[in-house]
Nanobody
Framework: QVQLVESGGGLVQVGDSLRLSCSAPGRAFSGYAKCWFRQTPGKAREFVAGIAWSGDSTYYADSVTGRFTISRDNARNTVYLQMTKLKPEDTAVYYC????????????????WGQGTQVTVSS
């Protein structure tokens, strides 16, 4: 089964920036809306940001608005999450997902997922 592949996670300090990438082979999921969720142990997956397939519409959780930016390069079939002013509470495994309708904020609305990439923000 074709999967999305995340990369770019790591260990950073408070206030640092990090860029996550999500790609798929060939043109897989190219016409889909994409989004980022995150999850910490014992908690449900939380919506972070989403983008329509055209890139014209973007959506953000209140907790990341003004700090995170989602974008996509359809020629590269890649979606990015630029994270700035990182806080310890941003520490989580970040997942990329693809879906038909942009802006959905429930994990159950997305059928296709990546394996996740760990982001750790140290104080």
């Amino acid at each position: 089964q074709v999967q999305l592949v995340e990369s770019g996670g790591g260990l950073v300090q408070v206030g640092d920036s990090l860029r996550l990438s999500c790609s798929a082979p060939g043109r897989a999921f190219s016409g889909y809306a994409k989004c980022w969720f995150r999850q910490t142990p014992g908690k449900a997956r939380e919506f972070v940001a989403g983008i329509a397939w055209s890139g014209d519409s973007t959506y953000y959780a209140d907790s990341v608005t003004g700090r995170f930016t989602i974008s996509r390069d359809n020629a590269r079939n890649t979606v990015y999450l630029q994270m700035t002013k990182l806080k310890p509470e941003d520490t989580a495994v970040y997942y990329c997902a693809a879906g038909v309708v942009a802006g959905r904020r429930e994990a159950g609305d997305y059928e296709y997922w990546g394996q996740g990439t760990q982001v750790t923000v140290s104080s």
